[in-house]
């Protein structure tokens, strides 16, 4: 099964994210977010299994102020 990530910033965000998305019935899980994805050692990612509602879950929280990072060039 494909899934698509989403990064945050931290721990907190990512925990916070992940109760939303479960609120709407969208199932994910936390992992910390490779270094190769990110560029650098610190960050979390929501993993989104049901990549149907990849949009709709981004959506949902950046209507909640939740900053979403994006992967650096080239990974």
Known sequence: M???VIMVSSITYALKSQELLQKRGIFSYVEKT????????CGYSLIIRDTA???EAVQ???SYDIRIL?????A
């Open 53 to 55: 509602r990849y949009e």
């Open 34 to 41: 490779p270094k190769e994805l990110s560029g650098r050692s």
């Open 2 to 4: 494909q899934e698509q």
């Open 60 to 62: 949902l929280l950046m």
């Open 70 to 74: 994006r992967p650096r060039e080239g």
